[in-house]
């Protein structure tokens, strides 16, 4: 009768189901970071969406039109805002923000001219700088007003990055080396 039996089996350890933990782990993690991703790209949305962006008229910085024995018409005023025939106190760079006061006050620096250059091309840093110093040379200024070597040509002008957002404006002034002035380098007809 045990002819008719089957041969025993070699023992073999009990199948044990693969552990699932892992991949488990693994799925949480990736679902964490798809969350955190998507809570960050709403909260950017939100921030874009609701919250304005400053523009230029909200930077605006008010002119007193009646200054008072100081001379002073505004502080820190940006120089996109500045005017032809703004006088500045403090003057020590083009770029930086200025004090603009009355001529008749003491200053040491005035916004003498601007021009709008054409083109759509970059015409490089040197031809910009010859074209921007000539430019500048080339503004009208009273006799009477006392120039001499002390006073420097100051101008502001593109680089190649804001020529590619259309900015074309040369700014001139002409600043002193030391000292101050109380009055205009420009003729009357001139000022604005």
């Keep these: 009768m045990e002819k008719d039996l089957p041969e025993p089996q070699a023992a073999l350890p009990p199948l044990q189901p693969e552990s699932e933990k892992p991949k488990r782990q693994i799925g949480q993690w990736v679902l964490l970071v798809i969350a955190v991703l998507a809570l960050s790209a709403a909260v950017v949305f939100v921030v874009l ?61 005035q916004l003498i001219g601007t021009f709008e250059l054409t083109g759509d091309k970059y015409p490089g840093s040197n031809e910009l700088l010859t074209e921007s110093e ?42 002193l080396t030391e000292g101050n002035v109380r009055n205009s380098l420009l003729p009357d007809n001139e000022e604005s």
């Design 134 to 175: 000539s430019l500048c040379k080339s503004v009208s200024l009273d006799p009477s007003a006392g120039l001499d070597s002390t006073w420097t040509y100051h101008f502001s002008r593109p680089s190649e990055s804001t020529w590619s957002q259309g900015d074309r404006q040369v700014s001139c002034f002409l600043g």
């Design 49 to 109: 969406r609701f919250i304005t962006p400053t523009t230029p008229e909200a930077n605006t910085v008010e002119r007193n039109e009646s200054p008072g024995l100081d001379g002073v018409i505004a502080a820190s005023i940006p120089p996109e805002q500045l005017v032809l025939g703004d006088c500045l106190r403090g003057f020590d760079s083009t770029l930086s923000p200025q004090t603009v006061v009355t001529c008749d006050s003491s200053h040491n620096a």
